[in-house]
């Protein structure tokens, strides 16, 4: 029996990809590619629903694959492409804008966020997850890993994909979010109760993949804890908790032993090993994208292959898609 799976996932290229990124999302990518039939996309067309400075956006779409080659995806494993090289996903995505119910878009938690306090929010915002259920679906996508806040996008997929399959006969595979246990959602280390985000407005509260040893230790150094003693993994006191999930995530030492190796110790100590720590869980991923993207003609052209392999998948259900609605 073929128990492969299609697994695709997606992430925006609007810079400052974090460690939560990549304890969340790209590391689970990377440790189950041999496994299954992988595609990972550098979603430019959702990086758009904000405003990017056009040069900034072509270096970071770059930068993203960069990053994600760096952590370990392999074009031998999996393919890797970007979202726009693969015109499908935007004729699906109008496809499903009508089929999707307004009612179930407007409870989207991360538009309500994101668009808070905020004028002139695009109408791509609001329907983002009209093209986020596209890239999923034009796959035959089983699994969706990701972090806990993408959870309910998926979902929406899911249900776009039982509502077409219903009103136009059986076109989508039902895909099912994957959400790692730990790690599925890294909060700001300025404001423990907020994740941690690439769009954060404040830099200190955010670990950036690239950032240098330096700056790593100082934010560290500066994460908002509170004045009580022992260092122990409690879900009340967020700013620590936090800072331990994350030093259990980059030394892969258990609970119970990370409690004892600190037992009697304070804040000071526990900071200064967590950064060292994650200084050296950042450092071979730095050195490869180093060499990632000092061959820029590589790097394009394993994106260009990834888009060739792509698009043929994609194209094969965007044309039964249309047969089923009856267009053409
Ligand atoms: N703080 C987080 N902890 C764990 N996982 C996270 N992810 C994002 N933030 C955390 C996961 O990373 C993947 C890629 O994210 P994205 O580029 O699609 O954008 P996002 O989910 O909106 O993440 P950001 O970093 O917070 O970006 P902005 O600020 O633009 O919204 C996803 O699987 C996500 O769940």
Request: glycine residues 8%; charged residues 25%.
């Amino acid at each position: 029996m073929d128990t492969r799976k299609r697994i695709f996932s997606g992430i925006q290229p609007s810079g400052n990809t974090h460690i939560g990124n990549l304890l969340g999302a790209i590391r689970h990518w990377a440790a189950r590619q041999t496994e299954n039939d992988n595609l990972f996309c550098v979603v430019d067309l959702h990086a758009i629903t904000v405003y990017q400075d056009p040069a900034e956006l072509k270096k970071h779409t770059r930068e993203m694959a960069g990053l994600l080659l760096a952590a370990g995806i392999s074009p031998q494993h999996s393919i890797l492409f970007v979202q726009s090289h693969v015109s499908a996903h935007a004729e699906l995505a109008w496809i499903l804008n009508c089929v999707i119910p307004m009612g179930w878009m407007s409870r989207m938690t991360q538009y309500k966020e994101k668009s808070k306090n905020r004028e002139n929010v695009s109408v791509g915002l609001f329907d983002y997850p009209a093209l986020m259920a596209a890239d999923i679906l034009l796959y035959q996508t089983h699994q969706v890993p990701v972090g806990e806040d993408q959870k309910q996008h998926v979902e929406l997929a899911r249900d776009t994909a039982q509502r077409f399959n219903n009103l136009f006969g059986e076109t989508f595979t039902i895909p099912e979010p994957v959400i790692a246990g730990n790690g599925a959602r890294i909060m700001g280390l300025d404001d423990p109760t907020k994740k941690m985000s690439k769009s954060s407005p404040r830099a200190e509260g955010v670990i950036l993949l690239l950032d240098p040893p330096d700056a790593i230790r100082t934010k560290i150094r500066r994460a908002k804890t509170d004045s009580l003693s022992g260092i122990v993994f409690d879900e009340g006191r967020p700013g620590l908790y936090n800072l331990l999930v994350i030093y259990e995530l980059v030394t892969g030492l258990g609970r119970s032993e990370i409690e004892d190796r600190f037992t009697g110790k304070g804040y000071g100590v526990f900071k200064n090993e967590l950064a060292e720590a994650v200084v050296e869980y950042l450092r071979p991923l730095q050195t490869r994208y180093a060499e990632f993207t000092a061959d820029p003609a590589r790097l394009d052209s394993i994106l260009a292959e990834g888009a060739a392999k792509a698009r043929p998948l994609a194209e094969q259900t965007l044309k039964l898609v249309k047969e089923r609605v009856g267009l053409g």
